[in-house]
């Protein structure tokens, strides 16, 4: 790119990124009355386009199989009618792995970022979380006193369902009302009592009651198709939506961040991107820089911003820019339950996912092989049928017909299953850096994965199938699937999508990126508000925290632009 076309304008804060950490700190920003420039890799979101909420299978192509019959070839990377999100494999966009090691990265390429789609389970980690009692990973430069002010700010403004039950490892929050059980999640909790395991009603970012001006939910049970009343929290339609009507924002969409510039004190001055539309690269200058392209996608942009004064990469005088790269443990089972079978067919969509889970409940026990722990999430119930719905029982009973027919009907909201979301314990051996080899499309550098499970997550998952087959058991039902095999049966690394690390924060500059406001060491106009900071990665799904996270820090960014320290 031989001629750079660089912005007249300076803005106060340029931000890389609209998901759960990008989104906030536009809100908080421009709120403070500070001119922010959002840099989005994808597309700006329609929600009256793009969402698929009430479609019905008999109203598009093949019945959602895509309008060339994708999924038919094992060629669709996404559901037909989820929310528009992102992919595993994005065209022109490559990644490597490590020989021998497996690491799946999935990648989102449109405003609001994966918050268009996640699951909204929304977990506070506990104060064991960010001052481990164990020994086994480093203490964060926070409390949990400290961040809980933050914590209440978050759930107050995106709005979480949930219950107090005074548990320490489901700490209470600031909640909306919850959401009755459905059938099959009240033989769960039933099950779960005869084994002395809390059920307890879920903690989702989904409204009961109308907040900030966004409907309360209306049940329809398919939040995964993107939300039309914005009842199920995304970062598009409660905060940057919102921010571009202040006048404080403007959006930079289809811009593929390549660079961070600075100056010879080692400031950020501007950002250089790609505008994929026209494969240009241009540049925004400004004051300040907020990174929150996603744990991966930040450490990716800070390894390949080089320059005299930061020769690998800005922010990386530590080297642990990168670094101790983790995912949430996962494991599945599911089977079926015959009190469940004929059930009378009746509306059980509710929210989209679970009405209630299962918190960790052995904190303490010193009798098990593996350190740490886990949640259960429950599925169940009459989903909306669709296309391969009834694979399993086509594939079980032979034939076709009324016969068939018969089967499906019986079975159909008759099976439960069991997903674990367990803590990864950081490890030397699990990092990203930049493959020296390889660019993409954009002639930006890419990224190298080496990921390892260890010892203690392949221990936890047996738990997890012990504990799984004995509620299913226990709820009279029969387990499904194969033989269980631990190594086999654990998650690919990056297949949860709960990716962490890699920009570790830290009180010693030494062994750390960022300070306890997630601003860098080395660079005191740069933060970064995504995953990539969170020193562990607990057994509570990330994106509560990435928000919690991101408040603090963009308060903590406006106080000090106020002083002139920024």
């Known amino acids: 790119m031989l001629q750079v076309s660089r912005s007249p304008q300076v803005f106060d804060v340029v931000v890389i990124g609209s998901g759960a950490g990008g989104g906030t700190a536009v809100k908080i920003l421009t709120d403070a009355g500070i001119r922010v420039a959002l840099l989005e890799a994808g597309p700006m979101l329609t929600p009256e386009k793009d969402f698929k909420e009430h479609v019905w299978p008999y109203q598009v192509d093949h019945r959602g199989a895509g309008p060339h019959a994708a999924s038919y070839f094992g060629r669709q990377q996404w559901g037909y009618f989820s929310a528009p999100n992102g992919y595993w494999d994005v065209p022109g966009e490559p990644y490597t792995v490590a020989q021998g090691e497996q690491w799946r990265w999935f990648r989102s390429r449109i405003i609001g970022g994966r918050t ?42 995106i709005g979480v369902t949930g219950t107090k039950e005074g548990l320490r490892t489901a700490p209470d929050g600031n909640f909306l009302p919850p959401i009755s059980p459905r059938v099959h999640e009240v033989l769960v909790q039933k099950a779960c009592g005869k084994l002395n395991i809390p059920c307890i009603p879920s903690r989702m970012a989904m409204l009961t009651k109308s907040v900030n001006g966004r409907a309360a939910c209306h049940y329809c049970g398919q939040c995964g198709r993107g939300c039309f009343s914005a009842s199920a929290f995304s970062s598009s339609q409660a905060m940057i939506f919102p921010a571009m009507k202040t006048g404080k924002l403007t959006v930079f969409t289809g811009a593929m961040a390549r660079e961070l510039i600075s100056d010879s004190s080692g400031k950020v001055t501007a950002v250089s991107y790609v505008d994929k539309a026209t494969r240009t690269e241009k540049q925004i200058r400004c004051r300040a820089a907020v990174v929150a392209a996603s744990a991966c996608e930040s450490a990716r942009l800070l390894l390949n911003s080089k320059s005299p004064r930061f020769p690998n990469g800005i922010a990386n005088t530590s080297g642990m820019v990168g670094r101790y790269l983790t995912d949430t443990v996962g494991y599945a ?85 069991f997903s674990g979301r367990g803590e990864m314990i950081p490890n030397k051996n699990s990092y990203c850096e930049i493959d020296p ?53 654990i998650s690919a690394g990056g297949s949860i999508i709960h990716e962490a690390g890699a920009v570790r924060m830290g009180a010693d500059p030494k062994t750390s990126a960022l300070n306890k406001y997630c601003q860098a060491h080395d660079v005191k106009n740069l933060f970064v508000c995504d995953a990539g900071p969170f020193v562990s990665n607990p057994d509570k799904n990330v994106t509560l925290s990435i928000v919690a996270f991101a408040w603090r820090s963009s308060e903590y960014l406006a106080e000090e632009m106020r002083k002139g320290n920024v």
């Open 333 to 417: 089972l599911g089977g079926s339950v015959p009190a469940l079978a004929g059930m009378p067919r009746h509306n059980s969509d509710g929210i989209g996912g679970m009405h209630v889970y299962v918190p960790w409940w052995l904190y303490g026990d010193k009798n098990k092989d593996f350190p740490r722990g886990y949640h259960i999430e429950i599925s169940g119930g009459f989903g909306m049928p669709q296309l391969g719905t009834f694979n399993g029982v086509c594939n079980r009973y032979q034939g076709y017909g009324k016969q068939l027919k018969d089967h499906i009907h019986e079975e159909f909201g008759a099976n439960v299953s």
């Open 437 to 489: 080899q390889r660019v993409d499309q954009w002639g930006i550098p890419v990224l190298r994965f080496h990921f390892q499970w260890s010892d203690s997550e392949i221990n936890q998952v047996r738990h997890m199938h012990q504990t799984f087959s004995a509620l299913i058991e226990t709820m009279g039902g029969r387990v499904s699937g194969a033989p269980f095999d631990s190594k086999a049966a």
């Open 116 to 157: 268009n789609h996640y699951g909204r389970i929304s977990l506070r980690f506990s104060d064991y979380d960010f001052q481990p009692e164990d020994g086994l990973s480093d203490p964060w430069p926070v409390t949990y006193d400290e961040m809980s002010p933050y914590y209440d700010k978050a759930e107050g403004f």
